[in-house]
């Protein structure tokens, strides 16, 4: 089963690192996640909600072909936004200090994300 469909990343507070998701398994009030490294490497261990941060794709690309995740910093415009899920329609948005802006047609850059000082 292909399940690119559902593609996560976590940020982990302590460490103050994204990786990305291999497996979730959520049980009882804590959930056991299987990360990759850069070297290939993975990694399992239960953790707390406290502990990290779950972001979802998109499932759209940047105009540099960079895959676009919740909490993603993009630009667009001249606009600058964070992407983040709008729950009253079911969808991501790029929420700017003004407005928030659809990624039907999106054809900016992820410049970063929330967790990042960049």
Not at 45 to 66: A, P
């Amino acid at each position: 089963m292909d399940n690119s469909r559902f593609k996560f990343r976590a940020y982990w507070k302590k460490e103050k690192r994204i990786c990305p998701v291999i497996l979730i398994s959520f049980y009882n009030d804590r959930i056991y996640i299987i990360t990759g490294t850069l070297d290939g490497k993975k990694t399992g261990r239960f953790i707390t909600h406290e502990e990290c941060v779950l972001m979802q794709s998109t499932g759209l690309k940047d105009v540099g072909g960079v895959e676009i995740f919740e909490g993603d910093r993009v630009t667009e415009g001249g606009l600058e936004g964070v992407i983040v899920w709008e729950k009253k329609y079911a969808r991501f948005v790029i929420e700017t200090p003004t407005a928030k802006i659809g990624l039907y047609m999106f054809m900016g850059k992820v410049v970063g994300n929330v967790h990042e000082r960049v």
